[in-house]
């Protein structure tokens, strides 16, 4: 799957979701690192919606122990239900997951190389610096910062708009209460890739709206 427009993608710990998700979302996120036995929920999935897979460790947010965590998502990339993989900056710079990207390629399936900042917003040539290094290394950049105020929800969405300018792939989302509504505003600065959750009360990461009303937001602005 492409990145070149807009996608709504509906994350979950659980693939039975899906039906739930198919009237507003491109794509579902299989959070592996929070679901049971996630390469047999893969095996047995036979949803409509592609899917993206996800692997997080617990210094990027996630659950996933370090130990066997590439190789399932190495595992999960041949399923033809995939289009997309999550893995982590870090991870390809260090070149570890470099199996998992050059499997994903060998299927088709687009990389997202993903960053998250938890505790703040850095400054601006730092946002710019980190967007242009995890789309060297994917088919699309993802960071993910946390706003403290609606100047660093700014200055994010100015690094998007400057990074898609560049002819950069990027997803951009500031978390936390004071950066939601980048949520809904930064596709119209560049970003690709929104996230939100099918159920509010299985958010996977502070400030998600749900994907009903992510949606709606969306489509007014789109329509503004």
């Given at each position: 799957m492409d990145f070149e427009s807009f996608r709504l993608v509906a994350a979950t710990a659980d693939l039975?979701?899906?039906?739930?998700?198919r009237e507003h979302a491109d794509l579902v996120e299989l959070r592996m690192d929070m679901a049971e036995e996630p390469l047999s929920q893969l095996s047995a999935y036979d949803g409509e919606l592609p899917l993206l897979v996800t692997n997080r460790p617990s210094w990027e947010g996630g659950?996933?122990?370090?130990?066997g965590r590439l190789a399932a998502l190495e595992a999960a990339v041949t399923d033809d239900a995939v289009a997309a993989v999550d893995v982590e900056l870090p991870s390809a710079r260090d070149g570890d997951a470099d199996g998992v990207i050059e499997t994903a390629h060998d299927h088709d399936a687009s990389v997202i190389v993903s960053t998250h900042d938890f505790?703040?917003?850095?400054p601006m040539g730092e946002l710019q610096e980190t967007l242009r290094s995890a789309a060297q290394y994917g088919d699309v950049g993802k960071l993910a910062v946390t706003a403290e105020?609606?100047?660093?929800v700014l200055d994010l969405l100015v690094a998007t708009r400057a990074a898609t300018v560049e002819g950069?792939?990027?997803a951009t989302m500031a978390m936390g209460e004071a950066g939601r509504h980048s949520r809904a505003v930064a596709p119209?600065?560049?970003s690709r890739i929104g996230y939100a959750p099918v159920d509010p009360a299985e958010a996977t990461a502070p400030g998600q709206y749900d994907l009903a009303t992510l949606a709606e937001l969306?489509?007014?602005l789109d329509g503004a």
């Open positions: 039975d979701d899906e039906p739930a998700a659950e996933a122990d370090d130990d505790e703040a917003t850095p105020t609606p100047d660093d950069e792939t990027v119209l600065y560049g969306l489509t007014q």
